[in-house]
């Protein structure tokens, strides 16, 4: 079964960077497409980004605004969220998903359903 870990999350201070890492184990990952996503306290989870099993082509929510980036490696069974100048607001845990479908609508990604979810990691942006 497919297991995802993350990993790169901390503490940042404002305009600061993260990378976050996502490995998966248990199945290939280069068939599916792999999303972002993200739970801020007391707020529903969103869509940060999604990226294609070829990784040609990915999907942004309008909050990333340029300074986040989605890529994954498929010969290290691993995606990734480059993360730069982040705020306050960006804290939350964030999670990778993979192996459905995701979906961009005014300004807001969405998924139809991942089959699975890591665990999550915990982004805190001080001020």
């Known amino acids: 079964q497919l297991q995802l870990v993350e990993s790169g999350g901390g503490l940042v201070q404002l305009g600061g960077s993260l990378r976050l890492s996502c490995a998966a184990s248990?199945?290939?990952?280069?068939?599916?497409?792999i999303g972002w996503f993200r739970q801020a306290p007391g707020k529903e989870r969103e869509g940060v980004s999604c990226?294609?099993?070829?990784?040609?082509?990915?999907i942004d929510a309008d909050f990333v605004k340029g300074r986040f980036t989605i890529s994954r490696d498929n010969a290290k069974n691993t995606m990734y969220l480059q993360m730069n100048n982040l705020t306050p607001e960006d804290t939350a845990v964030y999670y990778c998903a993979v192996r459905g479908a995701c979906y961009r609508r005014s300004g807001v990604v969405g998924t139809y359903g991942m089959d699975y979810w890591g665990k999550g990691i915990l982004v805190t942006v001080s001020s």
């Open positions: 248990g199945d290939d990952l280069s068939s599916y497409a």
């Open positions: 990226i294609s099993p070829s990784g040609g082509s990915t």
